[in-house]
């Protein structure tokens, strides 16, 4: 018996109800491209890079190699994909640093996937004066701020605790970036 199909007698076995999987469309995955988008962008920090793993994803969701069963959001299981195609491209780059072979010429150089001691430094550095320009702002754009792009939460959950609507939030953030790149 392969592994395939002892997984759902092992769950019939144990009482846990089995799904079957749930169609998604196209038109259900484009209505999250963008927030997958900006997610792998602020992880990654490559755009391009974003958009090949978020199309990447929907090639799994698409091609059959991820099923939909229904047991989340259908947001919170493409973000779920999407970091572990995340997770694999780091792995993979990781996986490609290698030393310097003997018969190598004393001046060549390589390149490391890791940032280096002046490199962290210089982010630390930067990270410190822009939490402190946030701390900075009026208190509606300092709170739109941490809400959304610190604490990475939701658009809807983000107006509830703020008690505005959704166009005001997009107007705070951009206030606050506006005024941050100042």
């Given at each position: 018996?392969?592994?395939?199909?002892?997984?759902?007698?092992?769950?019939?076995?144990?009482?846990?109800?089995?799904?079957?999987?749930?169609?998604?469309?196209?038109?259900?995955?484009?209505?999250?491209?963008?927030?997958?988008v900006?997610?792998?962008?602020?992880?990654?920090?490559?755009?391009?890079?974003?958009?090949?793993?978020?199309?990447?994803v929907?090639?799994?969701?698409?091609?059959?190699?991820?099923?939909?069963?229904?047991?989340?959001?259908?947001?919170?299981?493409?973000?779920?994909?999407?970091?572990?195609?995340?997770?694999?491209?780091?792995?993979?780059?990781?996986?490609?640093?290698?030393?310097?072979?003997?018969?190598?010429?004393?001046?060549?150089?390589?390149?490391?996937?890791?940032?280096?001691?002046?490199?962290?430094?210089?982010?630390?550095?930067?990270?410190?004066?822009?939490?402190?320009?946030?701390?900075?702002?009026?208190?509606?754009?300092r709170?739109?701020?941490?809400?959304?792009?610190?604490?990475?939460?939701?658009?809807?959950?983000?107006?509830?605790?703020?008690?505005?609507?959704?166009?005001?939030?997009?107007?705070?953030?951009?206030?606050?970036?506006?005024?941050l790149?100042?």
């Amino acid at each position: 018996m392969t592994t395939a199909t002892a997984i759902p007698s092992a769950r019939a076995a144990t009482g846990v109800p089995t799904r079957a999987p749930i169609p998604i469309t196209w038109a259900d995955l484009a209505a999250h491209r963008a927030d997958l988008v900006r997610f792998a962008r602020r992880k990654l920090l490559d755009p391009m890079l974003a958009e090949d793993l978020v199309h990447d994803v929907f090639e799994a969701v698409m091609s059959g190699r991820a099923a939909f069963a229904g047991r989340s959001a259908l947001r919170t299981w493409l973000v779920g994909i999407l970091k572990h195609k995340i997770v694999d491209l780091v792995r993979q780059r990781v996986g490609h640093f290698s030393l310097p072979d003997d018969d190598e010429p004393a001046g060549g150089r390589h390149e490391s996937p890791f940032p280096g001691p002046d490199e962290v430094a210089a982010q630390r550095e930067r990270l410190a004066q822009t939490l402190d320009a946030i701390e900075q702002l009026t208190p509606n754009l300092r709170d739109a701020v941490r809400l959304r792009l610190l604490e990475e939460r939701s658009t809807a959950e983000c107006c509830r605790l703020l008690a505005i609507t959704e166009d005001n939030l997009f107007v705070r953030l951009h206030r606050a970036r506006r005024q941050l790149m100042q």
